[in-house]
């Protein structure tokens, strides 16, 4: 527990400067649901008039959209973090060698403690409001208990897992030493991957094929379907083991590549 | 050439607090506070004048730079400089007027400072010749030659402060604003920016309002003084007749070979003690300078003293001190 | 026009300074869109049309708006980061200069890289109208053309009422985002696939249905009615920055007062 605490006042420090800003919160929610709304809007018109049944409802759908925007900062890639980028564009990474916890650690801990700060300021708002709203744009509850049992750990693994690969976005940094370029090129891939810009059973077979083999799917698409039933609970279970198993391989991936990356700084750095 | 009267300006601003349990309450409510920034303030500045504007952090002097060259719109009163009121015809207006903020450039930092100064050619519409001729004596007096093709990014803090300097005399203005033109620099910057002040107020004919808290900036360059404390004004006048209100003051520094416990004297007020040396502030117009080493020497054994005259800084000191700001 | 000429000039300068990173961006900016345009093919291909528009419809939609898009990102990228000059007080420097606040934090920054994105949106452009037939004529192609000026017009009006809400706060800002990425990203779709409600607010309080909906059936004969009413349509887009530049003034007016 001792090892953990400073881990936890980094979360504090977060939520603390989160709070601060109480209009950035509140612009935030407003625009989530802005989007929210158009997303459901544009996904209404292409259902209304389809000939075949799509591979899944719409109620499930503005169900998977709801999702998408309240838990925004668990799934998105975009979220930077400047303080870090400019630790390794200066070249003041040095410093951050001399802290007492390791490197990989640490920055995990900011970067989860600062996706975690975030939507606990914004998710209850958009979600209470998501299920007061008229149909047919209201959210629905899960099925069932054990579902949404399943959904709360996939949605926290996805977080685990959305962190360990936004460590490579710090780690490329080293490299192209462009943050907005290592951003870009991520964000673009990672979101398209894990069914931000179209849900994953819309997209057609050979791409879905691709995805499945990718680890993004499992940070949104994957928890957000089990919310709504539309993946069974044996397949949810096998999703949770193939999250833990990518969690431990990029993790163990990251570690050995900051390692190489802050090896190379020392020796740059004389 | 330049009037204030009566000027006055108040800000309002939300307080901060700290602790969750606070940040959680200013999710809902927010206290304000008014700050008084300029409380009718009066003076006026003659044509050729160098004034020395001062006062300690907060006093209200950026915001009366601001209001002078029609950044902000003050509450209330009336400013009248060259006959303009500057925060009515702002463009007419700063045609006349160049700006220097110490803590922040005019110029673009990614090319050639050569560069920048065309641009601001075309941005104040100056005639070819002119331009021609303020830069020739600019290059000239600044000794900028060696540098002015190099990008802004690559200048030392002195060379990009004569730069910005510059920048802003391109258009001749009759009135420059120096907002603190000698933060950071090093002691021969400091000097070479004190010469080219000096200089171009003298043959150009330049007013100047200079902004600092370097006193020495103010012991070179103004004859006059203007400092301000919460607002107002709280005197105007020769830098002399500040020093010898307040000069009356030596500092005397003694060593001697051993004093037990500090020793008292009426009129000298003790500074430091250790029992290998004491430095004490003298009131001339109390005690006499050796009466005080008198007394000194009957009581222990006097090695070395050394006396100075108050440095300008204390005197400032002191007269914010006085002045309860 | 000769002073932003040479704004235009120095930046572009300062930008070719690092030309690394220069061409990444400019990379990367082509790259963003596409996947939106991946995502809106895979779309038509599940589904075939949306309200009656098929794919080569809504693709010149799409590409017409993203040209607006990257066109007035690129120009108009002052007002877009003003909040940054306002932070550090550089608008201060602006205001002490002899010209109007508007043509400088124009001139302030220019966003080079955003060709990458005009780059792209013209390639579907070109993809779009090839596959359409379209009975071109003169004024036809003037409309088209007049669809992309007004959606810069609009954009950069937008651009410019988020950059006046800094003067009053610097927080909050992301709030804009509904208006500009939301703008662009609802209307990459014809207007009238959303409820009447957005489509109405998109039309006469953002026009953004003067750009993408009206002249666009026009274009594609769908119009009933008096067509030069459709043709003309763009232009009212182009009024729209009329009263942002008043509220801009305003805002100007506000931060001399309280200097915040």
Known sequence: MRMMKPYFSVLKLRLLHGMQYRSAALAGVATQFFWGFMYIMIFEAFYDQALHNPPMSLK???????????????????????????????????????????????????????????????????????????????????????????????????LLLLTAISMFIYISVFVTLSPTGSLLVFGVFGEFFAGLVIPLPLMPPWLQEMTYLLPFRLTADFPFRVYSGHIPHNEALAGI???????????LLGRLALTKALTKVVVQGG | MIAVEGLSKSFKVAKRSTGLRQATKALFFREHTTVNALNDLSFSINPGEIVGYIGPNGAGKSTTIKVMSGILVPDRGTCTIMGYTPWKDRVAYVKNIGVVFGQRSQLWW?????????????????PDK???????????????????????????????????????????????????????LDAVSKIAVRKFIKTINLEKDVTIILTTHDMFDIEALADRVLLIGKGKLLYDGRLNELRSRFGSHKTITVDYRVMEKPIAISGAELLSWTPERCVMSVDTGKVTVSEVITQL????????????ARPIEEIIVQLYKEYQI | MN?????????FKSQMQYRTSFWLLTAGQFLVPFSLFAGLYFLFERFGQIRGWDFFEVALCFAVIHMAFAVSECFARGFDTFSSLVRTGDFDRLLVRPRSTFLQVLGSKFEFTRFGRLFQSIIVLVWALSSLSIEWSVIKVMTLFLMVVSGVFIFTGIFMLAATLCFWT????????????????????????????????????????????????????KSEGNELLYMLTPAAGIVFILPCLLVWNLGVRHYRSTGS
């Open chain 1, 60 to 158: 499930e759908l503005i169900t998977y959209l709801w999702l998408q925007q309240s838990f925004l900062a668990f799934i998105m890639l975009w979220f930077r973090d400047n303080e870090l980028f400019d630790l390794i564009t200066t070249g003041n990474i040095a410093y951050e060698l001399c802290r007492p916890c390791g490197i990989y650690g640490y920055w995990y801990a900011k970067l989860l403690a600062q996706r975690l700060a975030s939507a606990l300021l914004r998710c209850f708002p958009i979600l209470l409001v998501a299920f007061l709203l008229p149909q047919p744009y209201r959210m629905t509850l899960p099925p069932d208990a054990l579902t949404f049992l399943y959904f709360c750990a996939a949605l926290i693994l996805g």
């Open chain 1, 241 to 251: 083991v193939f999250q833990l198993l990518w969690l431990a391989a990029l993790v």
């Open chain 2, 110 to 126: 990614d090319v050639p400072v050569i560069d920048s100064f065309e641009l601001l050619r075309d941005i104040y519409k100056v």
């Open chain 2, 130 to 184: 002119e331009y021609k001729a303020n830069l020739d004596l600019l290059i000239e007096t600044l000794e900028l030659s060696t540098f002015i093709k190099l990008p802004v990014r690559q200048l030392s803090l002195g060379q990009r402060m004569r730069c910005e300097i510059a920048a802003s005399l391109l258009h001749s203005p009759k009135i420059l604003f120096l907002d603190e033109p000698t933060i950071g």
């Open chain 2, 297 to 308: 020497s009957n009581q222990v054994d006097l090695l070395d003293v050394a006396i100075e």
């Open chain 3, 3 to 11: 002073l932003y000429f040479n704004y235009l000039l120095i930046l």
């Open chain 3, 170 to 221: 610097i927080q909050g800002l992301e709030v804009v985002n509904i208006f500009t990425d939301g703008g662009r990203e609802m209307a990459q779709y014809p207007l009238n696939i959303y409820q009447k409600w957005v489509t109405r607010f998109f039309t006469f309080v953002i026009p953004f249905g003067t750009v993408n909906y009206l002249p666009l059936m026009y274009l594609l004969g």
